[in-house]
């Protein structure tokens, strides 16, 4: 599976999680690992891996968004929307080996797919405030 395939796998899990306690995190990624067909264990260990990243820096995250975000806050911003912008900026933030270019980009490309009209110029105009 390739990288832009296995982001959007773990967009799906984070999105999915979003309406789920995080108590339920372990068993949601089981599911999500039954009904993911194809995935091997190295790319299964890649996903849940950055899912628990993203969990264990959500604040961070959050607060992160919050401060460049002109008139936005997390707690308004639709589910697709902040799904795609917190992986891409736990991207940037922690994984040094992903340029921002391509985290940027593939967000972008990810909203453009799930989100609507405005979603991927709104992503795109939040995380270029993150270039540094």
Not at 105 to 124: C, I
């Amino acid at each position: 599976m390739t990288r832009s395939k296995l982001r959007e796998q773990t967009f799906k899990m984070l999105f999915r999680m979003e309406f789920h306690e995080a108590e339920e995190m372990d068993e949601q990624l089981g599911l999500f690992g039954e009904e993911s067909q194809n995935i091997s264990e190295e790319e299964s260990a890649y996903l849940v891996k950055k899912c628990q990243g993203v969990f264990e820096h959500v604040k961070e995250i959050d607060s992160a968004i919050n401060e460049v975000a002109k008139g936005w806050k997390t707690s308004r911003m639709n589910k697709v929307d902040l799904t795609v912008l917190r992986l891409a900026v736990y991207e940037i933030r922690f994984e040094e080996d992903i340029p921002f270019k391509v985290s940027v980009n593939e967000a972008v490309e990810l909203v453009k797919q799930y989100g609507t009209e405005d979603s991927a110029s709104f992503v795109n105009g939040i995380l270029a405030k993150f270039a540094s």
